[in-house]
């Protein structure tokens, strides 16, 4: 089975910045993604990397603000987020989708492991 491990949540003030981690125990994934849920709503897709080739998705939301990478070499995987808003407070987790083919690189469904999460709290 994968595991995922995300660190790296906390809380800080509107316009801040906070970057999270998330390391992985497989070496064969496809895509990595960030997701984010908060209470009544359903989860929804941040940002994604394709390991083999490097290319980012970003939903809306954060494109310009947040940026995915990934050092294949530690299995890590990194969202840097700049100029928060409140309204990215969330639960934020990370997932690894572990084959390839043609689909929507922020769809919650087409993961296949995820992590526990990590909180992340701006305040306005």
């Known amino acids: 089975d994968v595991q995922l491990v995300e660190s790296g949540g906390g809380s800080v003030a509107a316009g801040g910045s906070l970057t999270l981690s998330c390391t992985t125990s497989?070496?064969?994934?496809?895509?990595m993604g960030w997701f984010r849920q908060v209470p009544g709503k359903e989860r929804e897709g941040v940002a994604a990397?394709?390991?083999?080739?490097?290319?980012?998705y970003y939903d809306d939301s954060v494109a310009g603000r947040f940026t995915i990478s990934q050092d294949n070499a530690k299995k890590t995987t990194y969202l840097q987020m700049n100029s928060l808003k409140p309204e990215d407070t969330a639960m934020y987790y990370c997932?690894?989708?572990?084959?390839?083919?043609?689909?929507?690189?922020?769809?919650?469904?087409?993961?296949?492991?995820w992590g526990q999460g990590t909180q992340v709290t701006v305040l306005g």
């Open positions: 997932a690894a989708r572990l084959g390839g083919g043609s689909w929507y690189a922020l769809d919650t469904n087409k993961y296949d492991y």
């Open positions: 497989n070496y064969a994934n496809w895509c």
């Open positions: 990397i394709v390991i083999l080739g490097g290319t980012t």
